[in-house]
């Protein structure tokens, strides 16, 4: 599997991609916002975009579609609750179904609820898994529930979906935040020496050459998955005194997402 990030460079700070089969040159086409880097760059490297796929509703991951259907009759796919939403779904998905790009590349769809209740990831089993999580999963992150969401409903996927899956997994989300969530880290968790090595290297990168994460890093440096760390739940009480002596991890991730709504 070819992976393309394609770097918008507009004020959401969004990442469209492109998957390719390198034996057919088949794409598919993920959350092409920018349709037209989106398009130059499959026909730089010759690929044919055969299909779109949108992790979630919202505007700033549909709004390309259009444009890309018209100039390459692509199917578009999404979540099959989401048809409402986004016109001109041809294949609506569920869990456990398989999202095949030419010959060579096969990606399992997860429901991942949260964001909106109406997302899916993608997830690559290659010699080297990724994870195409549009905005469930950030670097250092996780998704606001602002227009369609529910908190509890990410931590479940959190919990759930994204704890099941092997260190190695590369991380593409939706957007570059990476450096905003780095200090939210460490506003939570100070002594975190990974999260401020990290964002040492990141402040002012290129972000045409984006850092790619894994989840095994995301797991050192990602608030959202150290909810027994002593030092998260030690700054927390801090915020809520009435946080219980041994808050369980829901608690934990709830109240971080209520804080992170705000900062």
């Not at 908190?151 to 899956?165: I, M, Q």
């Not at 593409?172 to 040492?200: K, M, Q, S, V």
Request: overall charge neutral.
């Amino acid at each position: 599997m070819i992976v393309k990030q394609i770097w918008t460079a507009n004020a959401g700070r969004n990442f469209n991609y492109l998957l390719a089969c390198p034996e057919t040159g088949e794409a598919l086409a993920i959350d092409p916002l920018d349709h037209e880097k989106c398009l130059a760059a499959a026909k730089a490297a010759g690929y044919a975009v055969t299909q779109i796929l949108n992790t979630h509703e919202h505007r700033d991951h549909t709004g390309g579609n259009d444009a890309m259907v018209r100039k390459t009759g692509a199917i578009v796919l999404a979540h099959a609750g989401a048809g409402a939403r986004i016109p001109g779904v041809s294949r609506g998905l569920a869990a456990g179904d398989v999202v095949k790009v030419g010959r060579t590349v096969e990606l399992e769809v997860l429901d991942t609820p949260g964001h909106t209740m109406t997302h899916v990831c993608l997830l690559a089993h290659t010699g080297e898994p990724a994870l195409f999580c549009g905005d469930t999963l950030f670097n250092a992150g996780a998704g606001n529930c602002h227009n369609g969401g529910h908190p509890d409903r990410l931590y479940r996927t959190f919990a759930g979906e994204l704890a099941r899956l092997p260190d190695a997994t590369r991380v593409y989300p939706g957007h570059d935040y990476i450096e905003n969530n780095l200090r939210f880290t460490l506003n939570r968790e100070p002594d975190n020496a990974r999260a401020r090595e990290l964002l040492d290297r990141v402040k002012g990168q290129d972000i045409a050459n984006a850092f790619v994460s894994t989840l095994g890093l995301e797991r050192e440096i990602n608030t959202f998955f150290r909810l027994a760390s002593p030092g998260v739940i030690a700054k927390l009480r801090e915020a809520f005194p009435d946080l219980p002596e041994r808050p369980d991890e829901r608690t934990v991730f709830l109240r971080l997402r209520e804080l992170r709504n705000s900062w």
